[in-house]
C-alpha cells in the first residue's frame, strides 16, 4: 500500500466543518481514500485484506460494467467474452487445484467476492462455471476426472452447467427424477427424463454455451435406486449442436441477469461411459456392483451436498456487495444533493445531515460491516473443512447451517438495502445509468438461487434442534432440544479465543446492579442470546406436541410451526452476526478506527433490538422506558456517526470508480 498526503479538498458551505478522518488522504491502488477509510477497510477485510485489495487493484471497468441498454444476446455476449478475458488473467479462476498446486479455497472465494464489485452477470457466470460446474467436478469427482476435465473448465475451454433443478423439484434434490441407469451389457449409464417434470431448468450456460453438464439424478443398479448422484453428460458438439438424446430450451429474457444464458435440458436414453459418474463418494465398479464407503443413502447424499457448500457462502458474500456498492452510491449522492434552504446558510440542506436520511443509510452501513465480519468467520470455517485432510461430520454440518443462515440473512438484505438506497435517492435514483435499478434488478434473485430463503431458514432452524440429538440417545424431542438451546451455535466459537470475549460481556452485564446502560456491548449480547434460546425452546415445546399426532394432522401441526422456525432462524442469525462483530471490533488495534468501529456495532446491536422490541416487551426482556432510550439512543449514534460517512463508505471497500453511476460524476 503506498500512502501519499494531501490537503482534503472539498466545498463546504459557511458553518460546515469537514467530516472527520478526511483531512488526510491515503492513495491506495489509486484509490484516495482518507486514512479512517483506509483503516476502516483494512479492519472490514480482516485476514483476507491482502488478496481483497490486490483482486479490487485488477478490475478495470471497462472490464467489468456492462451497458446497461445491452439487449439480451448482446448481454450474454459481453457476459462470455469478459468471462474470458478475466480468465486468462487468472482473476476469475483462482483456487483449483492444478499445475502441481493444492486447492486454495481462500483464493476462490476471494475471486468470486471482486467479481461482485462489477456485473452480477459477470459474477455469476463465473460462479456457474468455476464454483458449481468446477466445483462438482473437484469436489465430487477423483482423481481420474480432475486430471481429465479440470484442467479444460478452469481455462473455460469447457464451459459447463450444473444441472440440478427440475421443473418439479427445486429444493426438493433428493426426490429429483432424473434417472441414471447402470447398463451391465454395454458398461455405460443411461440418462433419462421419464416425465416433463423432471427436465432441468433454470440451469446457467444451458441456452447457449454449455459443452457438458454435471447431472444430478437417481442412480439406479441391478434395479436398487441408491439416491442422488451426479454424472457427466455431454450436451453439445464441436459444433455447438445438441447432441442425440439431448434437448436443450431456453428459460428466454428474466428479470434481472441477462448476461446469464439460463436454460431447459432434458434426456431422451442419453449414454455415458462409466468413467463419466463423479464417484468420489459412491459408483459402480468394473464388475458392475455398487460401492461406496457410505452405507446409508441419506448420509451420502447429504455428504455430497455438504462439498458444494463453497458456492452458498459465496453468493452471499456477492449479495452483500451489491448492497455495499448501493450504499456507497447512495451515500455520495447524499453528500452532494442540497434539499431545501440551510439556516444562515445560502446553500441547501446536505440531504445526509437529515435525521430520516442518517436513520435509512446508517444502520444499513452498520448491518453491512456486521455482515462483512461474519462472512469473514464463515471463510475461515470453510477453509478448515474443506482442506482438512480428514472430513469432520460436525464441523461440515455447522459450516453447512452458518452458510445457510448467513446466505439468507445477505440476500435479504441486499434486497431491503438496494431498493432503500434508491427510494434515499428520489427520481435520481430511478434512472439506469445511475446504477441503482440495474442492481435491484440483478440482486432480486439472489433471495430464491442457491437455496430458497425460507427452505435454508428451515434447514438452519432443524441444524438448531437435532444437530446433537446422537450425543444423547434415546432423549425424546423436548430433551434433545433442551440441551441442545444452551449449545445451538456455540461449538464452533467455543474453540476460539473469541467465545471467551463474548461469554466475559455478557457475564459482566448480569453481574452489574442496577439497569445495565443501553450501549453497554454485554447487554446486547446477553439480550440475543435470551431471545434465541427462548425461541428455540419455544420451538421444542411446540414440536413436541406436534409429534403425538399423524397423517393430515401431523403435516398440518407441524406446517403451523413454519413461522416459529423461521423466525428461530432469523434470530440465531442475528445473534451469530452481532458475535462476529464484536470479535472483529476487539481484534481492532488502531484507536481511532476502534472508537467507530465500537459506535458502528453498537448500531447494528440496538437497531435490532428495536427493530423487535415487540418480542423484548412482550417477554419482560425490555421495559417500556428501556425501549424509548433504544431509539434515542440509535438516533444518537447515527448523529455521531454522520460525519464519519464517507470515511464509512470507503471501508465497505467499493472502489468509486466501480460505482457507475452518473449522477456522481461531477464538474
Known amino acids: 500500500m503506498t500512502r501519499t498526503m494531501t490537503e482534503h479538498e472539498s ?83 483462482a483456487g483449483f487445484p492444478i499445475d502441481g498446486k493444492p486447492a486454495d479455497t481462500a483464493a476462490a472465494v476471494i475471486a468470486f467476492e471482486t467479481l461482485a464489485h462489477g456485473d452480477l452477470s459477470l459474477t455469476i457466470k463465473s460462479g456457474v462455471q468455476f464454483g458449481l460446474w468446477g466445483g462438482a467436478v473437484q469436489n465430487l469427482g477423483t482423481a481420474y476426472h480432475l486430471t481429465e476435465w479440470l484442467p479444460k473448465i478452469v481455462s473455460l475451454e469447457l464451459p459447463g452447467c450444473f444441472a440440478m433443478t427440475e421443473v418439479g423439484h427445486g429444493s426438493d434434490v433428493q426426490n429429483l427424477e432424473t434417472t441414471v441407469s447402470w447398463d451391465r451389457s454395454s458398461k455405460e449409464f443411461v440418462i433419462d427424463s421419464p416425465r416433463p417434470t423432471a427436465t432441468k431448468t433454470y440451469i446457467g450456460n444451458a441456452a ?54 439460463n436454460g431447459t435440458i432434458s434426456f431422451d436414453q442419453v449414454r455415458v461411459p462409466r468413467e463419466y459418474l463423479l464417484n468420489r463418494y459412491g459408483g459402480v465398479s468394473e464388475d458392475g456392483e455398487y460401492v461406496s464407503a457410505i452405507a446409508s443413502d441419506n448420509a451420502r447424499f447429504f455428504t455430497m451436498l455438504g462439498t458444494l457448500v463453497r458456492g452458498r457462502v459465496c453468493v452471499g458474500a456477492s449479495a452483500g456487495i451489491t448492497a455495499r456498492k448501493a450504499l456507497s452510491i447512495a451515500t455520495r449522492y447524499a453528500e452532494q444533493r442540497r434539499q431545501f434552504p440551510a439556516p444562515g446558510s445560502e446553500k441547501g440542506v446536505l440531504l445526509m445531515d437529515y435525521l430520516s436520511h442518517q436513520r435509512k443509510l446508517l444502520p444499513a452501513i452498520a448491518t453491512s460491516y456486521a455482515l462483512g465480519f461474519a462472512h469473514n468467520e464463515s471463510v475461515e470455517m470453510l477453509v478448515r473443512v474443506q482442506e482438512a485432510e480428514v472430513r469432520d461430520d460436525l464441523r461440515s454440518r ?68 437435532l444437530e446433537y440429538r446422537q450425543m444423547w440417545g434415546d432423549l425424546d424431542m423436548l430433551g434433545t432440544v433442551q440441551q441442545a438451546a444452551s449449545m445451538v451455535g456455540r461449538t464452533v466459537m467455543e474453540r476460539s479465543t473469541g467465545r471467551v470475549v463474548i461469554e466475559r460481556l455478557v457475564s459482566a452485564a448480569k453481574r452489574r446492579t442496577g439497569e445495565v446502560p443501553v450501549r453497554d456491548r454485554g447487554w446486547h449480547a446477553w439480550m440475543f442470546e435470551e431471545r434465541e434460546q427462548h425461541v428455540v425452546e419455544g420451538l421444542a415445546n411446540r414440536m413436541r406436541a406436534a409429534r403425538k399426532t399423524r397423517g393430515q394432522d401431523a403435516f398440518d401441526a407441524y406446517n403451523a410451526l413454519q413461522d416459529h422456525m423461521v423466525y428461530a432462524a ?18 481492532c488495534e488502531d484507536e481511532a478506527t476502534h472508537a467507530v468501529l465500537n459506535r458502528l456495532c453498537d448500531l447494528y446491536a440496538l437497531s435490532r433490538l428495536e427493530a423487535d422490541r415487540g418480542w423484548f ?51
Request: aromatic share 4%.
Open 398 to 465: 455447522e459450516l453447512e447451517a452458518r452458510a445457510a443462515a448467513l446466505k439468507v440473512m445477505h440476500s435479504r438484505f441486499a434486497n431491503d438495502t438496494v431498493q432503500m438506497c434508491r427510494e434515499a435517492c428520489g427520481g435520481a435514483g430511478f434512472i439506469s445509468e445511475n446504477g441503482l435499478t440495474t442492481l435491484r434488478r440483478d440482486v432480486d434473485v439472489f433471495a430464491t438461487f442457491e437455496g430458497d430463503n425460507t427452505v435454508l431458514e428451515q434447514l438452519v432452524t432443524k441444524a438448531q434442534l
Open 570 to 587: 432469523r434470530v440465531h442469525t442475528e445473534r451469530v452476526v452481532l458475535d462476529a462483530f464484536i470479535v472483529g471490533v476487539e481484534s
Open 208 to 261: 447457449v454455451d454449455g459443452r457438458m453438464a454435471a447431472v444430478f439424478g437417481q442412480l439406479v443398479v441391478s434395479g436398487t435406486n441408491h439416491g442422488i448422484h451426479v454424472v457427466m453428460v455431454p450436451l453439445r458438439d464441436a459444433d455447438n449442436n445438441p447432441l442425440p438424446g439431448v434437448n436443450l430450451g431456453d428459460n428466454g429474457h428474466k428479470g434481472g441477469l441477462l448476461g446469464i444464458d
Open 11 to 93: 466545498e463546504l458551505a459557511p458553518g460546515e466543518q469537514a467530516p472527520a478522518g478526511v483531512v488526510a488522504m491515503a492513495t491506495t491502488d489509486q484509490e484516495q481514500l482518507s486514512e479512517l477509510g483506509a483503516s476502516l477497510r483494512t479492519a472490514l477485510d480482516g485476514p483476507y485484506a491482502e488478496g481483497r485489495a490486490a483482486g479490487r487493484a485488477e478490475l478495470n471497468p471497462e472490464d467489468v460494467l456492462r451497458d446497461d441498454g445491452q439487449s439480451m444476446a448482446e448481454a450474454r455476449a459481453w457476459t462470455f467474452a469478459k468471462l474470458q478475458l478475466l480468465t486468462d488473467r487468472g482473476l476469475a479462476n
Open 617 to 667: 416487551l412482550e417477554h419482560n426482556r425490555m421495559s417500556a422506558s428501556r425501549s424509548k432510550r433504544v431509539v434515542r439512543t440509535v438516533n444518537e449514534l447515527c448523529s455521531k456517526l454522520r460525519p464519519d460517512a464517507l470515511a464509512l463508505i470507503e471501508g465497505l471497500g467499493i472502489p468509486e470508480k466501480l460505482l457507475d453511476s452518473q449522477m456522481l460524476r461531477t464538474d
